[in-house]
């Protein structure tokens, strides 16, 4: 945060919807800025006119004047003004256009808050702060790695919003945990928070749980039920696995999110409510859309901030405290201990099934172990095995007879391959075969510096 007696910046956000004007603002008063904020291009410039601002961060697609308008306008009165523009990927053209016409640079959707907080420092000659605390979390809430403790910083920054938000990882990484932190520190933390999870319901019977039903919609419904939507009205729901929504419900999702209107099924009337809604999935939705499987203004909708949850063979520094954790849960007895050969096995393996595998491996062990201390032998011999043969579980032999892991050789192709485009992340992806955001989320768990020269 920057010190009271220096004047803070003022960053004008420009912005049709309301919702990602107030989760910029707040972000941005977050980081040490000043804000104030406009719904069109028109209001832009008379603030513009008004007052003095530092910096202009405006939405490409609004109605009346565009982003890239509001560029050129601003460029005819205040060519050192910097002007962020914030576009959704089928924009970027118009963007890279802006960026020619006197914008700073541009910022794709979904909005990644390192890199929109990178950015702004930059445009503003200001230092970002990296050591910023996380907000109150559960006592029982494990959080060592530094790069869980950024998940959180993130999330803490938008829960106060009504942004949606898209909660992306591996199963089992704790992307309800994620979800539950974000709903308990909003304003809505006291409403209901309703879930529903997309892949857990027969495909003919998710639009009933969703929306709910009238009397006779379906042989079996005796009478009318609300769904989770209306269930959760003033708080937030959370759609987990959104991935698996039936495409044909998706558009009814879409205007669900626009403007909070739905309708049970076998009904036509109309019904409303406030909804909040938190989505998380284990899939790629960039591939999804591409394969013509999730629809692409329903990404954008649902993808207004990402946050991603890394698996925990990333975040090494959590594997031990949640294996203790779990093992004082287990044996009931808060001096439980795990011998220090049995905790080399959990740094050693890979843990696929992430938090909920490693959960299963203590419970198994607790019961093995009989209360005393785990060894190694009270393991799940898979585990153990994994471990002493890593040629068995994804590993490939190298000269001196030493051993890679498949994730190791990735990590290095992945280096090699930006390293040869020069820090393009953009080009380094196309070469690759994977997506912009997943060899994003890839760096940051490397914890590598790079840059983007896009």
Wanted: one cysteine or more; proline letters at 5%.
């Amino acid at each position: 945060m920057m010190p009271d007696t220096i004047a803070r910046p003022t960053i004008l956000i420009v912005d049709d919807e309301p919702a990602q004007r107030e989760l910029l603002a707040r972000c941005l008063l977050e980081w040490g800025f000043d804000t104030v904020q406009a719904e069109e291009g028109e209001e832009a410039l008379d603030v513009i006119d008004d007052r003095h601002v530092d910096m202009v961060i405006s939405d490409v697609r609004m109605p009346g004047m565009t982003g890239l308008e509001l560029v050129s306008a601003i460029r005819e009165t205040s060519v050192a003004l910097p002007v962020l523009v914030i576009t959704a990927f089928p924009d970027i053209r118009q963007a890279v256009d802006a960026v020619k016409d006197g914008a700073l640079d541009y910022l794709a959707k979904p909005i990644d808050l390192d890199e929109l907080r990178d950015l702004v420092a930059a445009a503003l000659g200001t230092r970002r702060a990296d050591d910023d605390p996380i907000a109150p979390t559960p006592s029982d809430l494990v959080c060592e790695s530094t790069q869980m403790k950024h998940v959180l910083r993130e999330a803490h920054l938008v829960a106060a919003s009504d942004a949606t938000i898209l909660i992306t990882g591996e199963s089992g990484t704790g992307k309800e945990v994620v979800a539950d932190l974000i709903h308990s520190w909003s304003d809505r933390a006291s409403s209901p928070f309703v879930k529903l999870n997309c892949a857990a319901i027969p495909e003919n019977m998710v639009e009933s749980e969703l929306f709910g039903h009238e009397r006779g919609a379906f042989t079996g419904a005796a009478g009318t039920r609300d769904g989770r939507w209306a269930t959760a009205d003033g708080g937030t729901l959370m759609l987990d696995e959104i991935g698996e929504l039936p495409h044909a419900l998706q558009a009814k999702l879409l205007r669900a999110l626009q403007d909070g209107s739905f309708s049970r099924l076998g009904s036509d009337s109309t019904l409303h409510a406030d909804v909040r809604v938190i989505a998380a999935t284990n899939r790629d939705l960039e591939e999804e859309v591409a394969g013509g499987r999730f629809r692409e203004d329903l990404f954008y909708r649902v993808n207004v901030v990402e946050l991603h949850v890394p698996a925990l063979r990333d975040r090494p520094d959590d594997i031990t405290p949640l294996a203790r954790q779990f093992a004082r849960e287990f044996t009931g007895d808060e001096s439980a201990r795990i011998s220090p050969a049995a905790e080399r096995v959990f740094l050693s393996y890979p843990w696929p099934g992430n938090i909920r595998e490693l959960r299963n491996v203590l419970e198994r062990a607790c019961l093995m172990a009989r209360g005393a201390i785990i060894l190694p032998e009270h393991l799940s011999p898979r585990v153990v095995q994994a471990v002493r043969s890593p040629q068995k579980d994804g590993a490939t032999s190298q000269p001196g007879g030493t051993t890679q892991t498949l994730a190791e050789l990735e990590r290095q192709k992945i280096l090699e391959t930006l390293a040869q485009c020069r820090g393009n992340r953009t080009r380094a992806a196309e070469l690759l075969g994977i997506g912009r955001r997943t060899l994003i989320y890839k760096l940051k768990s490397y914890a590598k510096d790079v840059s983007d020269e896009e």
